[in-house]
């Protein structure tokens, strides 16, 4: 019954695609369309992910998870780029790391199976971020020696962007490497061929971006409506919404007992955003009016780094933990009523 109401309200998405050009409503009925729109396309990815990752292994299936859902994130981005938001881009970046450490694999251990994890793969990413964040270290602290938009502080964030993504690209491409060479999955015979498989993923990609890009055009009505700082929205709620599609499938493949893929796609995904989504889109933010420098605020780097901690004691065991999972869960609402807090910079 479930399913088919899954099914069936992937019809959100052109609804709210239509509406939005049709129907123009107001800011806050918009940004709530496109949130609920969102919630189908991210079980959609996740399933679909399901069935490639039944080709693949476990370990590539997460990349791929990561991959093809952090392209909505990406998309977001570079529309709060063009409207001049980097508080809102950062936020959501920031916000995105936050959430897919603490929030996401805080549920899929709660909801899925105590079984063993992939330990030197969910360290080596948990490393990856923990290398992130020191990286970023230099235009945190120019942030708050002047203004964080200065041209000084965009053409420190450059070798520090290019830096990321060597990194991230050659540990990465060795790790994708070890799982081809250990995982030798083989495909049930109710599992989608993969070139469909990843048809569908890309066609929910696509959408899930469109209706992205809806809603960061809401979020400052929305955010006005509702009283809550920009920087709240985007580090929270934007953050969460944009990352629906690891969210829902990550949680999805849990309650299916696959706690080695819904860890990767949590753990990987959270790397994937810090040294590749974020470099790209500040090198890319260069072709805009409007440049992108890496000056995170202090609260944002904070919380990434203590995320990254709290990750790496639950994993350094190997196992998955519903206690754990509670544990990443309250953290994360502790950082969630932090950020509101703190309000706009």
């Not at 039944?54 to 998309?75: D, K, Q, R, W, Y």
């Not at 499938?249 to 990767?264: D, H, P, Q």
């Not at 609260?299 to 990750?311: K, R």
């Amino acid at each position: 019954m479930a399913r088919r109401i899954l099914w069936a309200s992937l019809a959100l998405a052109p609804a709210t695609i239509a509406v939005r050009y049709a129907a123009h409503p107001g800011n806050t009925a918009l940004f709530v369309l496109a949130a609920i729109a969102l919630i189908p396309l991210a079980w959609l990815i996740g399933e679909t992910t399901e069935h490639a990752a039944e080709h693949t292994g476990p370990g590539v299936g997460g990349f791929l998870n990561a991959s093809f859902g952090n392209a909505p994130e990406l998309i977001i981005a570079m529309f709060a780029i063009a409207d001049g938001l980097p508080e809102v881009v950062r936020g959501s970046l920031a916000g995105s790391v936050i959430s897919n450490l603490l929030l996401v694999f805080g549920v899929t251990q709660v909801v899925g199976p105590e079984k063993r994890l992939d330990r030197r793969s969910l360290l080596t990413q948990l490393g990856l971020v923990g290398a992130a964040v020191v990286l970023l270290v230099p235009p945190v602290v120019l942030g708050y020696t002047g203004s964080p938009e200065r041209h000084t502080a965009v053409l420190v964030s450059i070798p520090i962007s290019v830096a990321l993504l060597v990194l991230y690209l050659a540990v990465t491409g060795r790790n994708l490497r070890r799982h081809t060479q250990l995982e030798r999955a083989e495909a049930s015979s109710a599992a989608w061929p993969l070139p469909f498989a990843l048809t569908v993923l890309g066609v929910a990609t696509l959408a899930t971006a469109i209706v992205s890009e809806i809603l960061v055009h809401s979020l400052k009505g929305f955010a006005s409506a509702i009283g809550a700082s920009e920087f709240f929205i985007a580090a929270v709620i934007v953050a969460i919404v944009g990352n629906a599609a690891e969210h829902g499938g990550a949680i999805v493949i849990a309650r299916a007992g696959k706690m080695k893929l819904a860890s990767e796609i949590a753990i990987s995904s959270s790397a994937q955003v810090a040294l590749l989504v974020a470099p790209v889109v500040m090198l890319l933010s260069l072709l805009f009016t409007h440049e992108l420098p890496l000056t995170f605020r202090w609260e944002e780097l904070a919380a990434i780094a203590g995320a990254v901690v709290l990750a790496g004691a639950t994993i350094v065991n190997g196992r998955s933990s519903r206690r754990e999972g509670v544990v990443l869960i309250v953290a994360y609402a502790l950082i969630a009523i932090g950020f509101l807090a703190a309000g706009n910079r």
